[in-house]
C-alpha cells in the first residue's frame, strides 16, 4: 500500500520551485489586470508568532511575540505558556517609551526568564516587524531560549564569554493580521529547512469585468487554488504540497463578501504529518501536540476597508 503523501501527491498543487525574488504584480495566470485602487495591497498591522522551546531539562515552554504597528508607533508583547496577559510590553513611541535597549527578569512557571531587547535601531518595511538592526533574546534557566535579530549573535558572544547551553526552538505558530483591500502579499516558510515562499491572496470582481469574484492563491507565482463563483464556494479547503510536505490549506471569505464592515477573511495552512488521515479542525491547538512532532500553522486574518 502507498503513503499518504504518495497519494495526495497525484492530486495536491505541487510548489517546490526557487521562489523569485519579488512579484512582477501580475495576478499569477490571470492577465496583466488595468491599475485601479482597488488593487493597493492591504497592509500588515499585526503578527503573532508563538515558538516551542523545549530546554535540555525536557521542560517545554511556549514563547508568543506579537509585533503591532498602529499610527502611534510599533509595540512588542511577549506571552508565556499562552497567558491571557503579556509578562512584558514595549511601546517604541517615542513620547511615551524611554528604554529601546534594556533587560527584564521574570519568573514563570518556576522558570526564570531572562529578556534582553534593543529596538534603538531597528528598521521596519512596511510591516510591524523590524527587519534588521535589532535583537530580542529570551534566556530560559540559564538556557537560550529564543534569539531574534540580527544582531542577536553578536549579543550573546559579548555577553557570554563561555559556551551557553542553546535550547530547542520551533516556529510552530505565525499568525498575520492585515487590512485594506482584497490583494495580500506575504512570505512563508513552512518548515525549519525549507526555503521561504512568495505568497499572493487575492479576490477579484466586478471591478475587473467579472461576472462573479474569484479567488486565488498563488505560491511562487503558481495557482494553488482558484475558486470561482464565491457565493456558494466562500469556504473551503484543499489539500497543497510544498516542499516535500502536505500542507491543508483553508479558506472563509465570507465576510468579505457579505459582511465586510464587521469581519474579516481567515485563510489557515498547517502542514501535516503522514500519519494524519484528516484536515486540522480549528478547535485544535498548536500546544498539544506531541513532543517529537513540530507542526506548523499559519493563519491570515484579512480585514477589507469599505
Known amino acids: 500500500m502507498r503513503d499518504i503523501v504518495s497519494c495526495f501527491s497525484e ?44 530546554l535540555s531539562t ?4 511556549f514563547i508568543k511575540l506579537t509585533w503591532c504597528k498602529n499610527q502611534t508607533g510599533q509595540t512588542l508583547s511577549i506571552n508565556l505558556n499562552d497567558g491571557p496577559l503579556p509578562c512584558f510590553k514595549l511601546n517604541t513611541n517615542l513620547r511615551f517609551f524611554r528604554k529601546m535597549k534594556g533587560n527584564k527578569v521574570i519568573e514563570s512557571d518556576h522558570s526564570k526568564i531572562e529578556i534582553f531587547w534593543d529596538l534603538s535601531s531597528a ?28 544582531m542577536a549573535e553578536e549579543e550573546i558572544n559579548n555577553k557570554f564569554k ?9 516556529l510552530i505558530s505565525r499568525q498575520e493580521h492585515c487590512s485594506g483591500n482584497t490583494l495580500y502579499f506575504t512570505k512563508a516558510q513552512f518548515n525549519e529547512t525549507g526555503i521561504p515562499h512568495d505568497i499572493l491572496i487575492r479576490c477579484s470582481g466586478e471591478h475587473e469585468g467579472l461576472k462573479h469574484p474569484v479567488l486565488l492563491v498563488c505560491i511562487d507565482d503558481k495557482t ?3 475558486i470561482k463563483r464565491l457565493q456558494w464556494n466562500f469556504r473551503g479547503n484543499q489539500t497543497i504540497f510544498v516542499d516535500g510536505l502536505l500542507i491543508d490549506l483553508m479558506w472563509d471569505v465570507h465576510d468579505w463578501l457579505f459582511n465586510p464592515a464587521a469581519g474579516s477573511a481567515v485563510f489557515m495552512f498547517r502542514t501535516r504529518s503522514e500519519l494524519d488521515s484528516r484536515l486540522w479542525l480549528e478547535e485544535e491547538t498548536v500546544v498539544q501536540t506531541d513532543e517529537d512532532r513540530v507542526e506548523f500553522s499559519w493563519l491570515i486574518y484579512a480585514c477589507k476597508n469599505i
Not at 13 to 21: G, H, I, Y
Not at 58 to 61: E, N
Not at 131 to 146: A, K, P, Q, R, T
Not at 162 to 170: F, L, R
Open 11 to 54: 492530486n495536491a498543487v505541487n510548489v517546490s520551485q526557487p521562489p523569485r525574488s519579488s512579484y512582477s504584480g501580475k495576478p499569477c495566470t490571470s492577465p496583466t489586470p488595468t491599475p485601479t485602487p482597488s488593487l493597493v495591497p492591504s497592509v500588515l498591522n499585526a503578527v503573532a508568532a508563538i515558538y516551542k522551546v523545549v
Open 123 to 150: 528598521k521596519y518595511n512596511a510591516g510591524p516587524e523590524p527587519v534588521h538592526g535589532f535583537y530580542v533574546i529570551l534566556m530560559v534557566d540559564s538556557e537560550i531560549g529564543l534569539m531574534l535579530g540580527d
Open 58 to 61: 525536557h521542560k517545554q515552554l
Open 224 to 226: 494553488v487554488i482558484r
Open 162 to 170: 563561555t559556551t551557553i547551553p542553546v535550547a530547542k526552538t520551533s
